[in-house]
């Protein structure tokens, strides 16, 4: 079975910054568009940010000039760089690899934001 595994998650004051990542395998790196998305209990899933297999970022409104996506293809790595968070930052975090329609998930990383 395929696996994404996030880290980097866990509790930050308001204001602070937070780095998660993302390893997976090489063929699913090298192929896939990679995303991160977060989930609220009793919400839907919303998608943050993203790239392309080629590394071309986009970003949701809601998170745009905070956060930052980035890939590392030496270390078939993802990262989600968070900066200034916020209480509703509060979340689980989880890395998904796209293509073609095919959805893969990683079992998800908890971040708290609270003073």
């Known amino acids: 079975q395929v696996q994404l595994v996030e880290s980097g998650g866990g509790l930050v004051q308001p204001g602070g910054s937070l780095r998660l990542s993302c390893a997976a395998p090489?063929?699913?790196?090298?192929?896939?568009?990679m995303n991160w998305y977060r989930q609220v209990t009793g919400k839907q899933r919303e998608w943050l940010a993203g790239?392309?297999?080629?590394?071309?970022?986009n970003y949701a409104d809601s998170v745009k000039g905070r956060f930052t996506v980035s890939r590392d293809n030496a270390k078939n790595t993802f990262f989600l760089q968070m900066n200034s968070l916020k209480p509703e930052d509060t979340a689980v975090y989880y890395c998904?690899?796209?293509?073609?329609?095919?959805?893969?998930w990683g079992q998800g990383t908890r971040v708290t934001v609270s003073s």
């Open positions: 790239t392309t297999n080629r590394g071309r970022p």
């Open positions: 090489e063929s699913i790196f090298s192929s896939y568009g």
């Open positions: 998904n690899a796209r293509l073609l329609g095919n959805d893969l």
